[in-house]
């Protein structure tokens, strides 16, 4: 019996330490190496480094600045694709810089806005910061609640 106990304790032990590995895992955290375009209402959308400021290249090659610092990368779903949300029929999408804390390195700092697709424009919302790494892709509040409506 005690055998039992044991081997049933030991198999939930291991079962947590592979969810916590997994929760771990490089790909939970933002990095580069997330594709930098984005299809939104038919129109390719990219991220590009300009003088060290996220910019995002329109389809007739503009930049548009977004007042981040560069890297920067699109909010991400289970897949690492970017996540387009949609708002009634707008499309949006979240840019993101994330950068170590002043402290130490295990501190994150993510300054965000979001860009939604309104009668053919693009149009950037407000810059949101935060003290985490913003991993996943958030609430449908993050994507819309930096815009008046």
Same mark, same amino acid.
């Not at 939930?12 to 916590?20: D, R």
């Not at 994330?98 to 130490?104: F, I, M, Q, R």
């Not at 949101?128 to 449908?140: E, F, V």
């Given at each position: 019996?005690? =055998? #039992? ?9 291991? @079962?947590?330490?592979?969810? $916590? *590995? ?5 790909? #939970?955290?933002?990095?580069?190496? /997330?594709?930098?375009? /984005? ?8 991220? *590009? %480094?300009?003088?060290?400021? $996220? *910019?995002? +290249? =329109? ?21 690492? =694709?970017?996540? /387009? ?7 949006? /999408? ?5 950068? #170590?804390?002043?402290? %130490? %390195? ?6 965000? +806005?979001?860009? +939604?697709? !309104? %009668? ?6 407000? !810059?949101?910061? @935060? ?9 449908? =509040?993050?994507? @819309?609640?930096?815009? @008046?409506?």
């Amino acid at each position: 019996m005690i =055998k #039992a106990h044991c081997a049933i304790w030991v198999g939930c032990l291991l @079962t947590s330490l592979t969810a $916590c *590995a997994q929760e771990q895992s490089p790909s #939970a955290t933002p990095s580069l190496a /997330v594709e930098q375009v /984005v299809s939104m209402d038919g129109q390719t959308l990219k991220l *590009a %480094n300009d003088q060290a400021r $996220c *910019a995002l +290249r =329109k389809p007739d090659q503009t930049l548009m600045p977004l007042d981040l610092a560069w890297p920067c990368q699109f909010r991400v779903d289970r897949q690492g =694709k970017p996540h /387009v949300e949609t708002f009634g029929e707008v499309p949006i /999408v979240i840019v993101v810089h994330v950068s #170590a804390g002043p402290h %130490n %390195n295990q501190e994150c700092r993510s300054e965000y +806005r979001a860009i +939604r697709q !309104i %009668n053919g424009q693009l149009e950037p919302s407000i !810059i949101a910061r @935060t003290a985490s790494c913003m991993t996943g892709t958030g609430d449908q =509040k993050d994507y @819309t609640g930096l815009f @008046t409506w």
